[in-house]
């Protein structure tokens, strides 16, 4: 009968410091980072305070190995982006690549967005902005045109867009992550079709 269990959730719970840092992020989503104590987390979490510390001395420590972990398909995706070919293929891959990176990472993002001091405070803005210059570089032709470049950055803010602004329009989540998708990959398309083109 378990065995319908979805397998990654499985894991995640299976694996201390994930449930620390998966409840921790529930928490300073629920009452903000300020208001939220280790206690409070261990309590969530049915477990002491000493096994707590065993993983992580300090909440800063639980929110900077979250966007250490979280944040690692996107350098994964960096690192395997310079080793390709500036192709049409290799920029619509880095898209969909980039998509699922940041589907992953959704809470974490939406807690940064909404707590940009402490995100500010501890660093985790300026680990971001190398992640997002690293990715620029990958997709981007050095030598194609201005307004193709702008296309090619376009695409990457299109599927930010998608995680936030568009939560407000009416359907079906799915689909709005379809139609973000589709979106960000014309916009390189285009970009790439622009740079043979000149």
């Known amino acids: 009968m378990g065995g319908t269990m979805d397998g990654t959730k499985q894991q995640r719970r299976g694996n201390t410091r994930q449930r620390i840092q998966d409840v921790a992020l529930e928490l ?7 208001k939220t104590s280790l206690r409070e987390i261990a309590e969530r979490l049915d477990v002491t305070k000493a096994a707590l510390y065993y993983h992580f001395k300090t909440k800063e420590e639980i929110l900077v ?8 398909p996107i350098e994964d995706l960096i690192e395997w982006g310079r080793q390709q070919p500036h192709t049409l293929a290799t920029k619509q891959e ?3 690549r980039y998509d ?5 990472a959704a809470p974490l993002f939406r807690f940064m967005q909404e707590n ?3 995100v500010r405070e501890l660093r985790i803005g300026d680990t971001f ?5 690293g990715l620029r570089d990958i997709i981007i032709d050095p030598d194609s045109g201005l307004t193709d470049q702008v296309r090619c950055i376009s695409a990457i803010f299109t599927l930010h867009a998608g ?8 359907g079906d989540p799915e689909e709005k992550r379809k139609a973000v998708l589709e979106v960000a990959i014309d916009l390189v398309t285009q970009a790439h079709r622009g740079a043979e083109g000149s």
């Open 28 to 34: 300073f989503a629920e009452q903000g980072y300020e």
């Open 65 to 72: 190995s979250l966007f250490e972990d979280l944040t690692q």
């Open 94 to 96: 880095i898209v969909r």
């Open 100 to 104: 699922q990176a940041l589907s992953g």
């Open 116 to 118: 940009q001091a402490t």
């Open 129 to 133: 902005k190398d992640r997002m210059r």
């Open 163 to 170: 995680m936030f602004v568009l939560q407000d329009l009416e």
